[in-house]
């Protein structure tokens, strides 16, 4: 249960943090500031909660790899509840943003600035690219060692979002991907599949190639 909480919390943190910034600050930080808002807001939320990732892609890369003892039972729950939790928390910070932005002066609703969408380029291409993104963070976040992942996954997530905000506006999250979705309504949600997918796709291949260190992070989270 703590571990949930700590996914939930941490996801919240940085979602808010990231999507806070893109809905509010936009016009006067502009793309690179939001892509450093979600960088550091994760950084930060990694610093609190060190054994935590806020994000489906890691659990879903640690249930990929070998399970070294663990039963698929016991992992398929646990992986459940993390990526319950970290929806769960995504959305939360993402109604919250929405609730306070719509205490604007003359708010109208003219749909949202943080929501994933693919307008000018093909699916394939935001597809491949979600993929690396996705495999690149997820190289940086299990090789990188726990005294130095915050700032590490930081620096990979701010260049990740200017990489692909032209593209997908920034994704490398289906959590926080789907929360924006439900917010922004039909046509991100029809496309939530693309990003899970990307996710997925990047964590079947992590799991095959950094499976040392993916079981390392694995037993020190369980305290092996």
């Known amino acids: 249960m703590k571990n949930f909480l700590s996914e939930f919390a941490g996801t919240f943190g940085f979602v808010f943090i ?3 910034a893109a809905v509010f600050a936009t016009p006067f930080i502009g793309y690179p500031g939001v892509a450093l808002a979600f960088g550091l807001g994760y950084g930060a939320m990694l610093c609190a909660f060190k054994d935590g990732s806020f994000n489906p892609a890691v659990t879903l890369a640690a249930l990929s ?4 003892g663990i039963s698929w039972k016991s992992a398929l729950l646990n992986a459940a509840g993390n990526i319950a939790a970290q929806i ?6 993402v109604w919250l943003v929405y ?6 002066t ?3 609703y ?5 929501a994933n969408i693919i307008e000018r380029y093909a699916p394939s291409a935001a597809f491949v690219l979600e993929t690396v993104l996705n495999l690149l963070f997820l190289l940086v976040f299990f090789k990188s060692g726990k005294d130095r992942r915050a700032a590490a996954t930081a620096a990979v997530i701010t260049a990740g979002y200017l990489l692909s905000y032209p593209v997908t506006r920034g994704a490398m999250n289906p959590a926080r ?5 439900i917010i922004e309504g039909e046509d991100a949600v029809s496309q939530l599949p693309l990003f899970w997918g990307a996710s997925l796709t990047a964590a079947i291949i992590a799991g095959i190639v950094l499976n040392p260190a993916i079981i390392r992070f694995i037993n020190k989270k369980s305290g092996k």
């Open 18 to 20: 990231g999507c806070g």
């Open 65 to 68: 790899c070998d399970r070294n």
């Open 88 to 93: 769960a928390g995504a959305f939360a910070a």
């Open 99 to 104: 609730f306070v932005y719509a205490g604007k």
């Open 106 to 108: 003359g708010y109208v």
């Open 110 to 114: 003219q749909g949202s600035s943080d």
């Open 177 to 181: 991907t789907s929360a924006s979705a």
